[in-house]
């Protein structure tokens, strides 16, 4: 498996390598708008999802994300926003060069199967699932390096 080292200070990865049985305490993916990441605050019992330098508490009251499929021009929109930040983005959607895949709201939506698809989508699935946010938190803070 592939890893990187996400440093939070400055919003950015290592180059990718593989890492023997180092365990993972969240993860993370570069884009043209530079890094995202979502990573575990265990003393604050959250999730936090950080895009470049500007960070956001996922499951604080005032966090809100939107993650639309535009289906006629094969696009996805993307939101997070809460008091503070807004980061908002329209790129190519995941599944626009899948052969024989038929985009609909069902197929498209079922982002926990398809974060490796689209690290957004993965964000929504985190956020609408905050009941589920003590497993993350407990499975990615085992792992947090010293």
Known sequence: MMYTCFDPSSGSGSEF?????????????AGDFGW???YPDPDRQTLIVQISEIKWDLYASGTTVIYNHHYNDENTYFKIS?????????????WKDVPHFEANKWAASREEENSHED????ILMLWQNEDKKENWIELWSEHLPN
Not at 119 to 122: A, E, L, M
């Open 17 to 29: 390598e593989e890492i023997g049985d180092y365990g993972t305490s969240g993860f993370c993916k």
């Open 36 to 38: 995202v990441a979502v």
């Open 82 to 94: 809460d008091e503070e930040n807004t980061f908002d983005i329209t790129y190519e959607a995941w």
């Open 119 to 122: 690290i957004f989508g993965y």
